[in-house]
């Protein structure tokens, strides 16, 4: 039976990122504990999967020819990738884990990237807790993919804009968005 969790950063004005990131582990390890202790089965092994806001990632689909086999190599697709990564986030993006996919189309990448540092320590607490980090992806993803299978069967077209709340309680200086068009 699958349990949802949901733990948010509690930001302090000023803090590092790596305080910041640091005070998240601190909750989401409470979080998990305060569960097993309501749950009668163990969670041991369990697969723990986490969707992160605007601020430790970034979504991007960028239209490419892919009819020609050298444009689908892993090679290519990693580049531009990397590509759209840097031109989005600027110095950022070295901090970033970049992943990418064909979308159904067969005529846009869809980029995506999460913080690594916040990667690598949503694996660490996983470990902790003797669970597996089976997914790790931006929350607009679920919602982004729900909304071109809608664009494809309605055949119309759609902007998806996101965004999140900042550390005086306002919204995030960073907004996402995307234009859907027949998906």
Do not use: N
């Not at 991007?60 to 697709?77: C, F, I, K, N, Y």
């Amino acid at each position: 039976q699958a349990a949802a969790l949901t733990e948010t950063a509690s930001w302090t004005p000023g803090a590092t990122r790596a305080e910041t990131l640091a005070a998240l582990f601190e909750a989401g390890a409470q979080a998990l504990q305060a569960l097993r202790a309501r749950h009668p089965a163990s969670l041991d092994g369990c697969r723990l999967v986490v969707r992160t806001g605007v601020s430790s990632s970034y979504v991007g689909v960028a239209p490419m020819d892919l009819s020609a086999p050298s444009a689908r190599s892993e090679q290519q697709l990693r580049a531009v990738a990397k590509a759209l990564a840097q031109e989005a986030l600027g110095a950022e993006a070295a901090a970033h884990d970049v992943r990418w996919r064909i979308e159904a189309s067969q005529a846009h990448v869809c980029v995506l990237s999460l913080e690594s540092a916040l990667v690598a320590g949503l694996q660490a607490l996983a470990q902790a807790q003797r669970m597996k980090l089976a997914s790790c992806q931006p929350a607009i993803v679920e919602r982004l993919d729900s909304e071109l299978k809608a664009s494809r069967r309605r055949r119309d077209a759609r902007t998806l804009v996101w965004t999140e709340l900042d550390p005086s309680g306002g919204r995030h200086a960073a907004l996402g968005f995307i234009r859907l068009v027949d998906g």
